[in-house]
């Protein structure tokens, strides 16, 4: 039972609109969420992240959005650039304590020049 | 800045052997977490501690163990190994927050 699910396995966008990468959830015990970018062979990098708290969060090019009545989160970045290609992942927990993470399956992420 | 450290980068082993996996959390930070990522797949919780104290436990086989050090350091002592168990194991530490920082991680192919 897939819990953080993303739907897109990859999406195609140009160099400098908007990049929009989805992410919805089914366990409602999940109150922190984050993203990630990913490289082969390679450690996830943190991106940016987001209590249940807030429905936004913002940080430079990336912005997070959360709809938690929808158990839906988003991603975007604006504008793209070409080093913006990777794979994306979509990650929550429960806040508070050492609990793992839970990941999506990812998206991956091309940008076109 | 200091970021997480894992060794070795790549192991190769063969069935039915042990490995032996190390992590090294940036400075300060108390609590580590151990994922399992496989081919073509999302990254697996295996195991989390916090002061040295198991946390959390996720997808770990009963042929896996792991402890966490004074110094904060921890290790992933995997035996009995299996074709199956060839992916990319990466560790990830934090502090007083949520986010978590993960290692370069440390591929394993067994043979």
């Known amino acids: 039972d897939q819990q953080v699910k993303q739907n897109s396995p990859s999406l195609s966008v140009q160099e400098g609109r908007i990049s929009i990468l989805n992410c919805d959830y089914t366990n409602s015990m999940f109150d922190y969420f984050l993203w990630y970018k990913k490289y082969p062979a390679e450690g996830p990098t943190f991106l940016i992240s987001?209590?249940?708290?807030?429905d936004k969060n913002e940080d430079g090019r990336f912005t997070v959005f959360l709809n938690k009545s929808a158990k839906h989160l988003s991603l975007h970045i604006v504008p793209s650039q070409p080093g913006d290609s990777a794979v994306y992942f979509c990650?929550?927990?429960?806040?508070?304590?050492?609990?793992?993470?839970?990941f999506g399956k990812g998206t991956h992420l091309i940008i076109q020049p | 800045a200091a970021g997480v450290i894992q060794s070795p980068r790549h192991l190769i082993k063969e069935k039915r052997e042990t490995a032996t996996l190390k992590c090294y959390p940036i400075?300060?930070?108390?609590?580590v977490y151990w994922y399992q990522q496989g081919p073509g797949q999302d990254p697996q919780f295996l195991i989390s501690f916090y002061e040295k104290m198991q946390s959390d436990k996720g997808s770990i086989p009963d042929r896996f163990s792991a402890q966490q050090f004074s110094d904060y350091h921890s290790e992933l002592n995997m035996s009995s190994l299996e074709l199956g168990d060839s992916a990319l194991y990466f560790c990830?530490?934090?502090?007083?927050?949520?986010?978590?920082?993960f290692g370069p991680g440390t591929r394993l192919l067994v043979l």
């Open positions: 990830a530490s934090n502090g007083q927050g949520e986010t978590q920082y």
């Open positions: 400075p300060r930070h108390d609590t």
């Open positions: 987001i209590s249940s708290i807030k």
């Open positions: 990650a929550a927990k429960r806040g508070g304590g050492a609990d793992g993470l839970t």
